[in-house]
């Protein structure tokens, strides 16, 4: 059995009575809105509702006699003593209760309603060390855009007046002995935000036993996964939709600010009220919000220069002088045959194919894969400085080195305590072996799935081959003219299909591994997750381009000395070149997937409430048990259960992070990524904003300091674009080649014949000559200019990589993470926290002795069984049979 020591010392003197006259201080955002309008209340009125429980039960007989035949009654007897022994033990760490049963047709629905007294918010908000304000900052808010444009007087259209804007305060560690020193605790009513109140109740929901520790029975995570409560969830602040009548903007509440200020699509051009998010969701779904519009509005400059090449591409399509050698060559150029059944064909056959590749494929893309690296560099030394001014203004920039707590699965099932050095106190512990042990097995289970990743990639590789074959031997002329792009095509899709369920296999296998490696914080779980399913999916989705961009038709042979694979010829690049094949394989990739994923996010979400509702639908003539005689409409907490689980971050933040690898690493193939990506994200904001808003029910608000591993791996991508963009010029595009002719020949006339070697004639399937792609001689040798090119093309990559870097460095060095005036905030709260919560020298011992005793006498009665409910409460409930430490 675990043993925890908690240092509090708490005194019962300082928990003050309600004010008779509030005052508009800190706490609930409730306080914008008329005391009647607040229905999230218990019966009596005033009792606040922090978290709502809920399960089904079906009241048929006939359907209840099969069940209990089926599972002889012993699932549904374990789920009730459970639900029994979970609700008996929340009472005894004196959370208030009160139950509500409705009744759908054949299934009855039990909603009990959960509140927190004063004296529990209390204990616990010491305990997980709650920030509560010591003085307001009136320091004004503002970002760089709204300055830029205010000093060259031009009106900013961006710009919104939203009501009801948080203040920002000075904050600290909330401590019960000092009370009197924080902001607002003239009114315990508001004193905690609704927010807060919400963490602690989940903190007690997430740690109170229902069964055995050692089988791991503790938890509301695991009793909703095991179907003994169908959801648990706090309760949103009111409805969503406008009032019909005007009304004073002020007093709306915080979910109608939200979505008539933020998640509507008439405000896709104003900025995020992020202020306003964190005050209702939290610092982490807040962050991510503003991680995402920092990056859409990022992506602007890099779509514009990305349109301007592409536009310089079409310009080219015109005027190049290859281009139109090609297509005026008639049967000049006789190509050999592109598969062992195939017949000759003529060059100038891919007139416009050959242009299309011009698009994608020229000087331009040069300086645009350098202007990318570099925009990527800048992009996240810009970030990072905007993430602490916010983690900062939101009092999250020591969240994970000093405040973050353990997680409350981890400190119920950890089986081991330890001393912690710093502080003293006993605190939960597994042991590190068997972590390594079971990462170690993580590891490997990642492994064997990246191989059948790998596995399907060559099935793929294969069965773009075997379709070129089979529409060579069709006989039709159309199809054989373009089975090459046809088997590219359908390869595309085929794998972007693959990708997808594979994902959805590993996520969720992910997800099982993560949470039985047993990591102490939730920061530590989430990285550990997001690296497992990165590792994944970066293979998953990248695999197949950078087997077109590096690996395709470099392995083909000539003439008369093919390599095969398993008995089939090496699959080489399409008459016009593996670049436009690479930019057709990200379009289709990364456009594919995120109109899918828009698609999905933007109807999934309201199949699924529909069809939630019309099940919870009420059946006729039906009513509330508790108050039979009227139902004058639905209860909030019935509206809230009808709508969908949040999903969490995770998805949304791999999509981008997908993106942004698409639009570095690969951008030399295709100019266009940053706009595509530009538009899906104007779209995705809203998206995501009306999701949270309006579908989804209240996720309980988590802290953060950052957007954690994902800027790691953003700068991992940031450097792999580097070299990527690097190989790509050198040894995928003809930007080297057409740049090495132009030196030695002093024209770009003749280049074509330049690119194409003669087969020997004495391998080919006729003995007559035809030409192939290559820099060979007669006999299939590389000639002189190969090994001038290759020198060439090694240089570039060396040079450009080197200058870029370095380039990146200079960024990094001259952009600081945090700025001046956030450091000296920083040092301001920490001297007033210090002030607010130092030790008064002159109390006197025997004041001391009283707050001892009343604690002692405090534990023993939580001890007893007799215990009252409005009287007492306990941290740890699951020991209540051990005598206080």
Known sequence: MMKRKKNLVEDNDTLIALSDQPEQTYGSMETCVAPQENKNVFSDGVTRIDFVLVWEESVNPLKLAESDKLSSGSSRDTHRKWRTEFLSRLQTAGIHQETKEVLQGKTKTTYVLLSAPWNVLCYYAEEISLRVPLQVVTTPISNWSENILEKLHIPNVMAQDVPNLPPDYYTCQFRTNKLERFLGHENKDTFFKTTQRHQILYEILARTPYGALKRGEVGIGRLVSENVLTAAFPLHEGPFEMPKTPVDPQSLNMRQILHHYWARWACWRKYQPLDHIREYFGEKIALYFAWLGFYTGWLLPAAVVGFIIFLFGIWLMVTDVPAEELCSSGNTFVMCPLCNICSYWNLSSICYTYKAGLLFDNGGTVFFSIFMSLWAVTFLEYWKRTSSILSHRWDCSEFEEIEERPRPEFTALAPLTVRNPVTGAEEPYFPETQRLSRTITGNMVVIMMIAIVLIFLMGIIMYRSILSIIIYRSQNAFFIFSAGRIASLTGSMLNL????????????????????????????????????????????????????????????????????????????????????????????????????SNIQEFVLPKLKTWWHRRKLKPAPSQEVIDEPETMPEINPWETNYQLLVCEGLFDEYLEMVLQFGFITIFVAACPLAPLFALINNWVEVRLDAQKFVCEYRRPVVERAQDIGIWLTILKFISFLAVISNAFLIAFTSDFLPRLFYRYTAGSMSGYINFTLAVSPVNLTQSHTSCRYRGLRDEKGQYTQDYFHLLAIRLSFVIIFEHVVLLIGRIIDWMVPDIPEEVEIKIKREHYMAKEALAENQSLSKSVLEEVERQTFELRRRIQSPTNSISSSFSLSPEHEDKPPP
Not at 509 to 519: D, F, G, K, S, V
Not at 531 to 540: A, D, E, S, Y
Request: aromatic share 16%.
């Open 497 to 596: 299909l693959v990708i997808l369920l594979l994902s959805r296999l590993y996520t969720y296998l992910a997800q099982i591994l993560t949470r039985w490696e047993m990591h102490r914080t939730q920061t530590k779980y989430e990285d550990a997750f997001i690296l497992k399913v990165f590792i994944f999916q970066f293979v998953n989705f990248y695999s197949s381009p950078v087997y077109i961009a590096f690996f395709k038709g470099r392995f083909v042979g000539y003439p008369g000395n093919y390599n095969t694979l398993l008995g089939i010829r090496n699959e080489d690049c399409g008459s016009s070149g593996c670049l436009i094949e690479l930019a057709q394989e990200l379009l289709v990739i990364m456009v594919g997937k995120q109109v899918i």
